[in-house]
């Protein structure tokens, strides 16, 4: 089964940014689906962007439009969220995760990255 490795969370103050990303260990196709989750303590994991491996094409929760931007490297089998503008609501533990096909839904993504903090200080 595909490992993911995320990288890059941390403490960033109000307005800042960050960007994380996530590295599989195995080849992926473009029928695949490539997402960010978030989620904290008490609440259910919620989709935050998402990426078609194949063509590029990109979702976004409106709470984010405008201000994350997901991308993905093909060759480093590798994708990435790049977060401006951080606000305290953008706080969480932040999951990267694998589907074969768009969705939004975590039940429908098998493979999960391990997750990786995101604090903001207000």
């Known amino acids: 089964q595909v490992q993911l490795v995320e990288s890059g969370g941390g403490l960033v103050p109000v307005g800042g940014s960050l960007a994380l990303s996530c590295a599989a260990s195995?080849?992926?196709?473009?029928?695949?689906?490539m997402a960010w989750f978030r989620q904290v303590p008490g609440k259910e994991r919620e989709f935050v962007a998402g990426?078609?491996?194949?063509?590029?094409?990109?979702y976004y929760a409106d709470s984010v439009k405008g201000r994350f931007t997901i991308s993905r490297d093909r060759a480093k089998n590798t994708w990435y969220l790049e977060m401006n503008n951080l606000k305290p609501e953008d706080a969480a533990l932040y999951y990267c995760a694998q589907g074969n096909a768009y969705d939004t839904s975590p039940s429908s993504f098998r493979n999960w990255g391990q997750g990786t903090q995101v604090t903001v200080a207000s």
């Open positions: 195995e080849r992926r196709y473009s029928s695949h689906f």
């Open positions: 990426i078609r491996w194949g063509t590029g094409s990109t």
